[in-house]
């Protein structure tokens, strides 16, 4: 009898448990209020990541998830891996804006506008600008970049 | 004492079939998700590539999401509608009415559940009446797909020109 009510209680307890599970990879947010707090963080995230550009920052494991892909402005493509070192120029400005932030259940699909400006080795400014997407991925350890890529923004016929 | 035996051990066996199938059971079954996912993506992004060449603005209009969004290759961001409106057989006698065709290679994907990341290498190669062909445009383009009432939909794409080295 005693067995019994252990079984009982197990199952209970598993089909509770593979109910939350489900749960939290079917639905994910549905109110508004959840989906205004979701874009809050990303464009928390999106801007740290625009500081982190500026300064050079070459470790980028807290903004990516290993395996995430990331299409430079010449169409290569990088698979980043955890704990790589990404170099990166030293720029003098690093400005992000007309940003699309779309959210849906746990993947948020970012795109935007760069304003990168910075020098080469002997002092000459040059500018330039790239339209960016970020596509940004909950897991268990945060939001994290799994894909991205830059496409630079030039007028027609160049 | 032996019906109780087989009343423990039925109920042991119960109880690790259900583990298993909470445990075990979706790890296993996801490979053969992926596989599917696999097939039905790499059919809708040959299926998006065969109408932007053919002009075919309503079977782009059924592989869209209705938020979907492209970043172009010199970097601007273009609605749904005008998406759609570079595809209309009005804007292939426009641009003189060109013949091309599109060889889709380097396929790549990520599936998440109801999302998709899938990257590719397009090469298109044009040729207009009456003018010398013109030089192959190489693209890669990285596609969030978006499953909608079980049907896999284009949500975003970007294309970035692919220079050669």
Not at chain 2, 48 to 56: G, I, N, R, S, W
């Amino acid at each position: 009898m005693r067995l019994r009510k252990i079984s009982a209680s197990l199952l209970v307890l598993f089909l509770a448990l593979g109910a939350a599970v489900a749960y939290e990879h079917s639905w994910g947010p549905k109110t508004a209020k959840q989906i205004a707090a979701i874009e809050e963080e990303i464009l928390r995230l999106e801007e740290s990541g625009r500081v982190k550009a500026l300064r050079g920052e070459s470790q980028w494991d807290d903004l990516m998830a290993d395996g995430a892909y990331a299409i430079g402005g010449d169409g290569t493509v990088l698979i980043y891996k955890k704990g790589q070192n990404l170099s990166s120029m030293s720029l003098t400005s690093f400005e992000i804006s007309e940003l699309i932030v779309r959210v849906y259940q746990d993947v948020v699909v970012v795109t935007g506008l760069s304003k990168v400006a910075a020098e080469t080795p002997d002092k000459k400014p040059f500018s330039f600008q790239m339209r960016y997407m970020n596509v940004w991925k909950k897991s268990s350890d945060g939001w994290k970049i799994v894909a991205s890529e830059r496409t630079m923004v030039r007028p027609y016929g160049k | 004492m032996k019906k109780q035996f087989l009343q423990t051990a039925f109920q042991g066996l119960a109880l690790a079939i259900i583990w298993l199938s909470l445990t075990a059971g979706p790890t296993l079954g996801q490979t053969e998700v992926v596989n599917q996912a696999e097939d039905e993506l790499k059919a809708l992004m040959k299926r998006m590539a065969t109408a932007q060449v053919k002009y075919d603005s309503a079977t782009l209009d059924r592989l869209f999401t209705p938020d979907y969004v492209e970043i172009s290759p010199i970097g601007e961001v273009d609605s749904r509608e005008k998406v759609l409106g570079f595809y209309t057989p009005e804007a292939k006698s426009k641009d003189g009415g060109p013949e091309a065709v599109v060889e889709v290679s380097e396929f790549r994907l990520r599936v998440y559940a109801e999302f998709a990341i899938v990257l590719e290498r397009l090469s298109f190669s044009t040729t207009i009446k009456g003018k010398p062909p013109i030089a192959p445009i190489v693209l890669r383009v990285t596609a969030v797909c978006r499953k909608e009432n079980g049907v896999w939909r284009v949500a975003s794409t970007q294309y970035t020109a692919i220079k050669s080295h």
